[in-house]
């Protein structure tokens, strides 16, 4: 019978340990005995606490998940006061932050993400994650643009972000500033056109004033 704790210590070690072995293995190659032996435990744990291979891989991508998006409201928070560009932006941040783009983790949301389309529950998960981000996105974007608006911007902008990363990945290492600017080049030409957009209502309201003169 596990000692009261363990499970609070070998969780995140056995997620841990997944990572480094899809790192050096891939997600089909990180076997439960693999995992187990640079874990340092017994295949038998990871069983028990996980309910076998599928178990483990859902718990360590709901880890890395839950991760982003603490680092995603800390980022958020610090733009409390400031545009919704900036907020868009912070949420951009959070996306390549550090503990995003290590390459373990970066090969870790690859596999995740490739497996998805045939694993049910990974399939569930990667739906809450999409859904927890896109409405992170129109939250802010609705400060500015009416709703419909703010949801098309948000899934362009999502699809950057997956792009992004995508190639990144592919190529290496994701290049977190460039990737960024690229996301902020569109994001000024959309809030251009805002801008451009008010002027012309504004105008538009001024030549009615003057014809009602």
Known sequence: MPKVGMPEIRKPQLIEAAIKAIDKYGFAG????????????SPAIINHYFGGKDGLYEATMRSLIREFFEVLSKEVTKTKNKSAKSKVMAIVTASFSQSQTHPQVV??????????????????LQNVYSKRLQSALVCVLKEEFEREKARRIALTVAALIDGMWLRGSLAGGIDKQESAEQIQAYLELVFQDLVFSGLSVSKLNASESDLNT
């Open 30 to 41: 990180a076997t439960v005995s693999l995992i187990a032996k640079k874990a340092g435990v």
């Open 107 to 124: 090969k870790t949301w690859m596999g995740f993400w490739a497996s998805a389309m045939h694993t049910p529950s990974l399939y569930r």
